[in-house]
C-alpha cells in the first residue's frame, strides 16, 4: 500500500500511510485504539476506498472496488466481531454466497465435506454440521478463518483476533496461524498485544494518529520500544498501587444459586465479600459462571436462591434500576450489548442511567443544554478521544467506547463498582489508564469487583483473588503470594484450597 490517505468528517483516519508486507511472514500492524489500523486494513478488503493512494498485489496495481473484488484477488479478513448467523450451520455460513449447487438445490454434503477438509489440512478441528449458536467464540472464530480459506484467500487480515479469547484458545490460534504461513499464506494481524507479536510476528509496522512510526523486524525490538513508539511516551507495564486499606463489608453474597440461559445450573452456591477500600478479581477460565454472576449482582438475571447484599440490604432479583440506586456501577463485559446505546450521541450516552434525576430532567424534559455540559466534562476528564459529543457512539474506537462507559460509571461514585474485562481488546495505554482508574476507586474507599480473563490483570490489581470453577468460589488467594501456575491449577478444578482460603 503506497500513500494511503482517508478522510472523515473531522478527522484523517490514514495520513499517507506505506505499509509493505512479504509473502508468508506474519505482519503485525501495531496501534492503540482509534489510530487508523482497521480504516486501513477495511480499505485492503474494499469497505473503504482511499481518497489517495495506490495499492500494489504481486506488484501490479488493483483497484479494490468491494470485498468481492477483495475475495478474487485472493484477500480475506476475518473482522473483529464476527459476522455469522447463529441459527445456521458452520457450513452453511462458510458457503454463504458462494453456495455450490446440485441443479436448483444447494449441495450441503459436498460443501460440509470441502470444509471439512479444510478444516484438517489447517488443524481447525471444526464441526461442520454445527450450529453456530451452539459453540464457543474461538471456534465461531475459526469459523470465520475457514469463511477466508474456501473462498481461496492468500492474504488473511485478522483484526484483534484474541480480543475475545481464553489463554488457552489464543495459544491454539498461534497454532493456526503457523500452520496457514507453513501452507504458504500471508498474515497481517491487528493488534495492540506486544506479547502475542513478540510471540508470533516477523515484521510489525506501528501507527500513530493516522502516520506511521516505524516498520522493523520483530527480531530487532522489545516490547518497552515497541510500547512506547505506539503511544508516543514510556508506558508502565507494572502497577503502582500501596497496600489496600480495607474496612467495611460492601458486597456479600450468600450461596447464591442460578441457572443460565438453557436452564442449566451454573452458579452452585457460590459465596464472597468484598470489602471497601479493595479490589476483589475473580479469576476463572470463560464459561465457570463469571457472566451469570455478574447478571445476577446487577439484576439483569433472576436467582433461583441464596442472598446478595449491597451494605447490608438485600438487593437479589430487584430491578436494575433500583439496584443501580442502591450504590452499584457496573461496566459491563459487553460494551456494544450492554454498555452504550451505539445509535444514540456520546452525550445521551453518558447519562443513560441518571436522565430521569434533576439537572437533566426539570418537570419531566430533558434539559440538553445541563446533559451536553455533563458529557464534555467527562469526556475531557477520561480523555474520550470522539470528533464531538454529538458523534454517534458506534463511530468510536473499542477504546474510546470503553473510557467513556468508565467514565459514567465512576461518576455515578458508586459504593461498589463491578469491572467486567474492562479492558478487553484495549492498547497499552487505554490499559494504564483504566488500571489507574480502578485503583484510584479503590483508595477512595470504594468496592471494586474486577472479573477478567486477563490472569495478568488479575494479578496486577487485585488485593485478594477468588478463583471460580463450575459456578464456586472454589479458593481465595493473596497474589503477592501465588503463581500463575497455582491459578491456573485451580481454575481448571485440580487444586482446592483448604477451607476455602490461604489468604489472611
Known amino acids: ?278 479490589i476483589f478479581g475473580i479469576a476463572g477460565v470463560d464459561g465457570n459462571g463469571q457472566s451469570e454472576l455478574i447478571e445476577v449482582l446487577t439484576g439483569l438475571r433472576k436467582a433461583q436462591s441464596g442472598s446478595v447484599k449491597l451494605n447490608g440490604k438485600e438487593i437479589m432479583n430487584q430491578s436494575p434500576r433500583s439496584i443501580s440506586e442502591a450504590g452499584l456501577s457496573h461496566i459491563p463485559e459487553d460494551r456494544h450489548k450492554r454498555g452504550l446505546v451505539l445509535d444514540f450521541t456520546m452525550s445521551e450516552n453518558m447519562v443513560l442511567e441518571t436522565y430521569y434525576h434533576k439537572p437533566y430532567n426539570k418537570s419531566g424534559f430533558l434539559d440538553y443544554k445541563e446533559i451536553d455540559q455533563q458529557a464534555k466534562r467527562l469526556i475531557e476528564e477520561f480523555d474520550v478521544r470522539t470528533p464531538s459529543i454529538y458523534t454517534a457512539a458506534r463511530a468510536l474506537s473499542g477504546g474510546n467506547q470503553q473510557k467513556a462507559i468508565i467514565a459514567r460509571e465512576v461518576d455515578k461514585d458508586p459504593d461498589l463498582l463491578i469491572a467486567a474485562q474492562p479492558t478487553r481488546g484495549l492498547d497499552v495505554g487505554a490499559i494504564e489508564f483504566i488500571h489507574k482508574r480502578l485503583i484510584e476507586q479503590r483508595d477512595k474507599g470504594k468496592a471494586v469487583l474486577l472479573v477478567s480473563l486477563e490472569l495478568d490483570e488479575i494479578m496486577n490489581l487485585s488485593d485478594r483473588i477468588g478463583v471460580i470453577y463450575e459456578g464456586q468460589i472454589v479458593g481465595i488467594v493473596n497474589p503477592k503470594q501465588t503463581s500463575e501456575q497455582e491459578l491456573g491449577l485451580m481454575m481448571s478444578g485440580g487444586k482446592r484450597m483448604q477451607g476455602g482460603t490461604v489468604d489472611e
Open 1 to 278: 500500500m503506497r500513500g494511503i490517505t482517508k478522510r472523515f468528517p473531522g478527522i484523517i483516519a490514514n495520513d499517507n500511510i506505506s505499509l509493505k508486507v512479504k509473502k508468508g511472514e506474519i505482519h503485525a500492524l501495531l496501534g492503540e485504539n482509534g489510530a487508523g489500523k482497521s480504516t486501513l486494513m477495511n480499505i485492503l478488503f474494499g469497505l473503504y476506498q482511499p481518497d489517495e493512494g495506490e495499492i500494489l498485489i504481486n506488484e501490479k496495481p488493483v483497484v479494490i472496488a468491494n470485498p468481492n473484488v477483495a475475495n478474487d484477488l485472493g484477500i480475506g479478513m476475518v473482522h473483529q466481531h464476527f459476522m455469522l448467523v447463529e441459527p445456521f450451520s458452520v457450513t452453511e455460513n462458510i458457503v454463504l454466497g458462494n453456495e455450490p449447487k446440485k441443479g436448483l438445490s444447494i449441495d450441503i454434503r459436498k460443501a460440509a465435506k470441502e470444509v471439512e477438509e479444510l478444516s484438517r489440512r489447517y488443524g481447525l478441528k471444526v464441526d461442520p454440521y454445527a450450529k453456530i449458536r451452539d459453540i464457543s467464540v474461538g471456534m465461531q472464530q475459526r469459523v470465520e478463518i475457514l469463511k477466508t480459506l474456501y473462498r481461496g484467500a492468500e492474504i488473511l487480515i485478522f483484526d484483534e483476533p484474541t480480543a475475545v479469547l481464553t489463554p488457552q484458545e489464543i495459544q491454539e490460534l498461534i497454532d493456526i496461524m503457523h500452520n496457514l504461513v507453513n501452507e504458504g499464506k500471508t498474515i497481517i494481524l491487528i493488534t495492540h498485544k506486544l506479547k502475542e507479536i513478540m510471540a508470533v510476528c516477523d515484521s510489525v509496522t506501528i501507527i500513530r494518529r493516522g502516520k506511521v512510526i516505524d516498520s522493523l523486524a520483530v527480531a530487532e525490538t522489545n516490547p518497552d520500544d515497541l510500547a512506547e513508539k505506539m503511544v508516543g511516551r514510556e508506558v508502565t507495564f507494572s502497577v503502582e498501587k500501596r497496600p489496600a486499606n480495607t474496612k467495611d463489608v460492601v458486597l456479600s453474597v450468600e450461596k447464591v444459586t442460578a441457572l443460565d440461559s438453557r436452564g442449566v445450573k451454573t452458579l452452585n452456591e457460590i459465596s464472597l465479600e468484598v470489602k471497601s477500600g479493595e
